[in-house]
């Protein structure tokens, strides 16, 4: 096959994928706003009139956002490789390092990494200043936005800068075996970084306090020695400065887990409802949701791996994105580029491994708390706060919703009938 063959046939395949996501979207947005099923899903959840027109607006808004946003993101991709984008990026990290492979690839991703930051940075600004300003959920400054987008580049130059040379010196030095070498270092560098993340990582972007003490820090202690939960302590995140969105979490991955939650959620439930959101985030762990999560990341990242060191010495897919012949940044790349339309096929295996785990954590934490209705109310709340349409069409959710729809949880837990 000719280089622009091959170049022909990623870009039909992405413009391909592009129409698929785009129709879904499309029929998942007319599927939810027709009247007679938001008619329904209000009465079956008791769902006020001003609520549902909330909701509805909020999900207008957000999907003629990512209609305009998706298309343009696209047009500029593909016009950017079609005519040599990624060639010419080469062209200038060769000339700035001087020919050395490695410093040529942290040259090559810092010029690809700031024209892609350059590319999404004014759709980042819109939905934030306007589309969640518009609907009463964002709390989050101009200055903070911008302290954040500093933060966010500096640990990506520290942090990924590190990582992407140790994985170019393992690429150019250790020979064939250099993609399990490589899958091992990666798969580390993940782990480090989350036993990192409560302690180094997190509080540079908010702020903890411990939860005071009295009933709800009881309540949660309780259900934690309850299902033998080891729990360090419990925190308040600062979430509110951002966004009116609620949650609640656990991080930690090795000893002791810290439970951290959303100021916003604790002024927006009471305190047997955030039992019950917690009850189902603990119940990921204690089912062991989150450690085969960390075991089919490992094997799928091996065999990721892998595949890279098959297709490493195929020129032709360099050259035919405009890059001079092979090189380990270049495949870093160009392997991600075909692997795009090959996650989107898989995605809904994934998809509906979430869901499935969903469903168990739901019924565990219904085995655990007091009040079964608790949970319902709770994620009842969720959605009011943050203008969720209860329903979706089944096709997209099975591609996209790592959590079902709130129709079928309350159905499922029995909530509704």
Not at 11 to 19: E, F, V
Not at 214 to 243: N, P, Q, T, V, Y
Not at 354 to 377: C, M, P, Q, T, Y
Request: hydrophobic residues 50%; positive net charge.
């Amino acid at each position: 096959m000719s280089l622009v063959a091959l170049l022909g046939l990623f870009l039909a395949l992405r413009l391909t994928q592009h129409l698929v996501e785009s129709g879904l979207s499309w029929l998942n947005f007319r599927y939810a706003l027709r009247a007679d099923r938001r008619e329904e899903a209000a009465r079956a959840l008791d769902i006020p009139a001003a609520d549902m027109d909330k909701a509805v607006a909020y999900t207008r808004d957000k999907f003629y956002f990512g209609q305009i946003s998706g298309w343009v993101s696209l047009f500029v991709t593909l016009v950017f490789l079609g005519l040599g984008g990624l060639g010419l990026i080469e062209e200038k990290a060769i000339a700035w390092s001087g020919g050395g492979p490695i410093l040529t690839g942290l040259y090559f991703f810092a010029i690809l990494g700031t024209l892609s930051y350059l590319a999404q940075i004014g759709f980042s600004l819109y939905f934030t200043f306007v589309i969640e300003q518009k609907h009463g959920f964002n709390r989050q400054t101009v200055g903070g936005f911008i302290a954040d987008q500093i933060k966010t580049i500096v640990l990506s130059v520290v942090l990924g800068g590190a990582l992407l040379s140790l994985l170019l010196y393992v690429m150019q030095s250790m020979g064939s075996s250099w993609w399990w070498i490589a899958w091992l270092l990666i798969f580390a560098f993940n782990l480090i970084t989350a036993w990192i993340y409560p302690t180094v990582l997190a509080p540079l972007f908010n702020k903890f306090s411990p939860l005071d003490e009295g009933s709800l820090k009881e309540a949660i202690f309780h259900l934690a020695k309850k299902i033998d939960f080891r729990a360090e302590g419990i925190s308040i995140m600062d979430a509110s400065r951002r966004s009116s969105h609620g949650n609640a979490y656990f991080t930690g991955v090795f000893g002791k887990k810290r439970i951290v939650l959303f100021d916003t959620l604790i002024k927006s439930m009471g305190h047997q409802e955030i039992v019950a959101v917690l009850a189902h985030e603990l119940g990921h762990f204690k089912l062991n949701h989150v450690r085969w999560s960390l075991i089919r990341n490992f094997f799928t990242m091996g065999f990721i791996f892998f595949l890279l060191s098959v297709c490493l010495p195929l020129s032709s897919f360099y050259q035919a994105f405009g890059l001079s012949g092979v090189s380990h940044y270049g495949a870093l790349v160009v392997f991600s580029l075909w692997f795009g339309p090959i996650g989107f096929l898989l995605q809904p295996i994934g998809t509906l491994l979430s869901r499935r785990n969903e469903f168990a954590a739901d019924a565990f934490a219904l085995e655990h708390i007091e009040d079964k209705r608790s949970l319902g109310k709770a994620l009842l709340k969720l959605r009011e706060n943050s203008h969720v349409m209860p329903i979706s069409h089944p096709w997209y959710s099975a591609i996209y919703h790592s959590h079902p729809p709130l129709l079928e949880r309350l159905k499922a837990m029995g909530y509704i009938g």
